[in-house]
């Protein structure tokens, strides 16, 4: 098992795999320019606010935590009700603040 060795292709055919020539992405475009100008607009489109959103989300989470700290202080001085309604909105709103940029790469996509 160890001691043997086995051929399973060339070291040319492993490079050549999954490679699309020039010419195929040619004749693939020309056949279908519609769906390609789609795709291309939209990498666009989020490439141009991909910047903002990575910005959103990096600030997202001091943001996050700050609001939570001021929450447990809050359960801490016997505001229960408040402190639970801001934990719940600021864990929500940290999620949905993190799947921002799939849920709108995906929207652009269906458009």
Do not use: C, R
Request: net charge negative; proline share 5%; no cysteine.
């Amino acid at each position: 098992m160890w001691g043997k060795v086995q051929t399973v292709g060339t070291i040319s055919e492993f490079m050549n795999v999954g490679t699309v020539t020039p010419f195929q992405t040619l004749i693939d475009w020309a056949l279908h320019p519609v769906e390609h100008a789609k795709e291309t607009g939209t990498n666009v489109a989020y490439d141009t606010i991909e910047p903002f959103l990575d910005v959103l989300t990096v600030l997202s989470y001091p943001i996050a935590s700050v609001i939570m700290s001021i929450a447990g202080l809050l359960y801490i001085m016997n505001f229960k009700e408040k402190s639970v309604s801001w934990m719940t909105k600021t864990t929500i709103a940290y999620v949905l603040i993190q799947l921002l940029p799939s849920l709108i790469k995906s929207a652009l996509q269906l458009i």
